[in-house]
């Protein structure tokens, strides 16, 4: 099945309302200056919840082709849940994509697999892809082996939603922010190993039809190397992102490697 790549900008807790404007622009007119066929790789950024209206409001004006989402969601609809966000609020803006479970959640705010996979429910109910987090630090890396803790995490999503359109992003926690990506070999077992795991939940079409991403000190000299992969679909791109001219050469991978 031919899987579009996605390349997403986490933009984490960076940039307010109007530098948010100024970045969406100076991407969307630089990779319109490339000639980019956003059909053929789709592009889309997470801003922070303070920017998602002003962000909405410039792509929907100017019809801009960039998609966007946002950066977690509330596993409850409405309620006494002071400073979380409902996944009706964000379809409300027309948001496309909400990243779920990221690392530095899990890590910062205790978020379990079972609250990741409440919250991925949550989305699936309000019309929202979820762009669903896994990965494994360096020391569960090291004591149970390759693979084993992130389709763990993504077990528990899958068994608790129905087969729906999801979006996985496979993010080795020793490698965010290190400057130090996985190999491209080591993203391609990661995401494989996903993958089957979403076949035997639920079939081989989910399977293949859902996109797997890597997500890790993402650049754009080593984009490409990842995107060869057969079951590598894209990229979760952290702070490159914040870098108009390094994340539209990522997403222009095929361009400037050949692809």
Known sequence: MNRTPLIAGNWKMNLDHLQAIATVQKLAWTLKDARHDFDDVEVAVFPPFTDLRSVQTLISADKLPIRFGAQDLSQHDSGAYTGDVSGAFLAALDAAYVIVGHSERRTMHGETDQVVAAKTAAAVKHGLVPIVCVGETGEQR??????????????????????????????????????????????????????RGIAAAWGEEAAAATRVLYGGSVKSGNIAGFLREPDVDGALVGGASLDVQEFAAIARFRQHVGL
Do not use: F, N
């Open 142 to 195: 090291d004591e149970r082996g390759p693979g084993v803790v992130p389709v763990e995490q993504l077990q528990v999503v899958l068994d608790t939603v129905p087969s729906s359109e999801i979006v996985v992003a496979y993010e080795p926690v020793w490698a965010i922010g290190s400057g130090q990506a996985a190999t491209a070999e080591q993203a391609q077992d990661e995401c494989a190993a996903l993958r």
